[in-house]
């Protein structure tokens, strides 16, 4: 399991906090429930209505009462620390669903999240309205095996309710020691009676750019999240896939379905990749140190080659950079179903050595000015969540003149049969990859003849 929105560790910053240097006194301890709920009803009539940036009494008042009758009346006996701490994680929990406060072990799974190492099932999940909904399975785990899909919500774990009030608690329980089993109710989307899927535990080691040649000329790459090192595997993949076709690509599929986000930093650094120029996005806050704007440098691995990029509502946070930077700067054609619609930045505030706060700190625009947010990107082409399936019996031979007896010899023609190359199986059975190879290859007829640039003028990206 992991939380994945867009986010940036940024340990010097110093936020300007206003403190409570003094509260209400507690209630006594002789006070009984009552009169110390009833306490919260008792403020002066004279006192000063606070304004938004003043803590108001009565919500103090009301703290401090709801703390006593919880130390007071609870049917089991609970500590001040396991209270505090409570209160903390509810304060943040109640901004947005990407605020929390961070521990030694949260802290841990993130440092895992951004180099790709963790035990679990490869599975991002989100809070919302209550529920554990997963926001994508990561290619090649447990959970992408098990058929774990993008809006799927876990309804139980080994048999427990998932409780709304203690989603964290459900998050924890999907990591583990690796082939260790774990069973999840999950309500598939459109469905109203949950499956149960028995998965096992493994160590996660993500390679977030995988990529292969589809044809000739047509590269597929496939971006499944955002770490430290994206871009490097993205560049190597790449020129692999350049020395394997012995010529300079004619154009590529960039896939981006069900990729949960990662690093700002690392979408910045991908986007860049396939631009010269232009804006790649902008960050702003209610703080300067939020207001952030990052342009593209000189310098395109694919020297201009046409790029569709396919995206679905699995495609968030970073994913969406990527997909609005490429878009609005006209760099390549979106294909797909329309993105998750999450539009802002999470920053990492350190606390001390084990603590910190992942605090939403601003929200992102896309080149064109846009904010995302709750929206998501609308692909160029829209495309249905269909399945190609090949037609039951066997299908008839093609038949040409190459086939009648005695027919003229061509001039490149051997005495051997005709032996066509095999299409590639993800292409034969992926709707939405087929259509953008299609699509791929009309850019490509249109486009000017990819021309490497010369050795001397190339410019290498950190």
């Given at each position: 399991?992991?939380?994945?929105?867009?986010?940036?560790?940024?340990?010097?910053?110093?936020?300007?906090?206003?403190?409570?240097?003094?509260?209400?006194?507690?209630?006594?301890?002789?006070?009984?429930?009552?009169?110390?709920?009833?306490?919260?009803?008792?403020?002066?009539?004279?006192?000063?209505?606070p304004g938004k940036d003043h803590v108001d009494l009565n919500d103090i008042r009301a703290f401090t009462a709801i703390y006593s009758l919880v130390k007071q009346a609870y049917v089991?006996?609970?500590?001040?620390?396991?209270?505090?701490?409570?209160?903390?994680?509810?304060?943040?929990?109640?901004?947005?669903?990407?605020?929390?406060?961070?521990?030694?072990?949260?802290?841990?799974?993130?440092?895992?999240?951004?180099?790709?190492?963790?035990?679990?099932?490869?599975?991002?999940?989100?809070?919302?309205?209550?529920?554990?909904?997963?926001?994508?399975?990561?290619?090649?785990?447990?959970?992408?095996?098990?058929?774990?899909?993008?809006?799927?919500?876990?309804?139980?774990?080994?048999?427990?309710?998932?409780?709304?009030?203690?989603?964290?608690?459900?998050?924890?329980?999907?990591?583990?020691?690796?082939?260790?089993?774990?069973?999840?109710?999950?309500?598939?989307?459109?469905?109203?009676?949950?499956?149960?899927?028995?998965?096992?535990?493994?160590?996660?080691?993500?390679?977030?750019?995988?990529?292969?040649?589809?044809?000739?000329?047509?590269?597929?790459?496939?971006?499944?999240?955002?770490?430290?090192?994206?871009?490097?595997?993205?560049?190597?993949?790449?020129?692999?896939?350049?020395?394997?076709?012995?010529?300079?690509?004619?154009?590529?599929?960039?896939?981006?379905?069900?990729?949960?986000?990662?690093?700002?930093?690392?979408?910045?650094?991908?986007?860049?990749?396939?631009?010269?120029?232009?804006?790649?996005?902008?960050?702003?806050?209610?703080?300067?140190?939020?207001?952030?704007?990052?342009?593209?440098?000189?310098?395109?691995?694919?020297?201009?080659?046409?790029?569709?990029?396919?995206?679905?509502?699995?495609?968030?946070?970073?994913?969406?950079?990527?997909?609005?930077?490429?878009?609005?700067?006209?760099?390549?054609?979106?294909?797909?179903?329309?993105?998750?619609?999450?539009?802002?930045?999470?920053?990492?505030?350190?606390?001390?050595?084990?603590?910190?706060?992942?605090?939403?700190?601003?929200?992102?625009?896309?080149?064109?000015?846009?904010?995302?947010?709750?929206?998501?990107?609308?692909?160029?082409?829209?495309?249905?969540?269909?399945?190609?399936?090949?037609?039951?019996?066997?299908?008839?031979?093609?038949?040409?003149?190459?086939?009648?007896?005695?027919?003229?010899?061509?001039?490149?023609?051997?005495?051997?049969?005709?032996?066509?190359?095999?299409?590639?199986?993800?292409?034969?059975?992926?709707?939405?990859?087929?259509?953008?190879?299609?699509?791929?290859?009309?850019?490509?007829?249109?486009?000017?003849?990819?021309?490497?640039?010369?050795?001397?003028?190339?410019?290498?990206?950190?």
């Amino acid at each position: 399991m992991r939380f994945h929105p867009s986010f940036v560790f940024l340990p010097g910053l110093l936020l300007g906090l206003a403190c409570v240097t003094a509260l209400a006194d507690p209630p006594a301890p002789a006070a009984s429930p009552a009169a110390a709920a009833a306490a919260t009803t008792s403020a002066p009539a004279n006192e000063a209505v606070p304004g938004k940036d003043h803590v108001d009494l009565n919500d103090i008042r009301a703290f401090t009462a709801i703390y006593s009758l919880v130390k007071q009346a609870y049917v089991d006996d609970v500590d001040d620390h396991r209270l505090m701490q409570g209160a903390i994680r509810g304060l943040l929990a109640g901004l947005d669903p990407h605020s929390e406060y961070l521990g030694k072990d949260q802290l841990q799974d993130l440092t895992e999240d951004t180099t790709g190492n963790y035990d679990g099932l490869g599975i991002e999940v989100m809070q919302v309205e209550g529920t554990l909904r997963v926001v994508a399975p990561i290619d090649d785990t447990p959970a992408e095996r098990a058929g774990i899909k993008a809006g799927d919500i876990i309804v139980r774990i080994d048999g427990k309710v998932v409780q709304a009030d203690d989603l964290n608690g459900a998050v924890t329980q999907l990591r583990g020691k690796p082939g260790s089993s774990i069973t999840l109710s999950v309500l598939h989307e459109k469905q109203t009676v949950p499956v149960d899927i028995t998965m096992k535990r493994e160590v996660i080691r993500v390679a977030s750019v995988r990529g292969r040649l589809l044809e000739p000329g047509y590269a597929y790459l496939r971006v499944s999240q955002f770490q430290e090192d994206t871009g490097g595997q993205l560049r190597k993949r790449i020129e692999r896939l350049q020395a394997e076709n012995k010529a300079p690509l004619r154009g590529a599929v960039l896939d981006l379905r069900s990729n949960p986000g990662g690093l700002l930093t690392s979408a910045v650094e991908i986007s860049d990749e396939f631009l010269d120029s232009g804006v790649i996005v902008t960050t702003r806050g209610r703080i300067k140190e939020s207001d952030l704007s990052f342009r593209a440098t000189p310098g395109d691995l694919l020297n201009g080659a046409p790029l569709v990029v396919l995206v679905d509502n699995g495609t968030a946070s970073a994913a969406e950079i990527v997909a609005g930077a490429l878009k609005d700067n006209h760099r390549a054609l979106l294909m797909g179903r329309r993105t998750f619609g999450k539009g802002s930045v999470q920053t990492v505030l350190p606390l001390d050595a084990e603590h910190a706060v992942k605090l939403t700190t601003a929200r992102y625009y896309t080149p064109s000015g846009i904010s995302i947010q709750a929206a998501g990107i609308q692909p160029d082409i829209a495309l249905a969540d269909l399945a190609l399936s090949q037609r039951e019996g066997a299908s008839t031979a093609a038949f040409g003149e190459r086939d009648l007896y005695n027919h003229l010899k061509g001039a490149d023609e051997t005495d051997g049969p005709a032996t066509p190359r095999a299409a590639d199986r993800d292409v034969q059975k992926d709707y939405a990859l087929s259509e953008a190879l299609n699509a791929l290859k009309v850019l490509a007829l249109r486009s000017k003849p990819v021309v490497p640039a010369a050795p001397a003028a190339a410019s290498v990206k950190g």
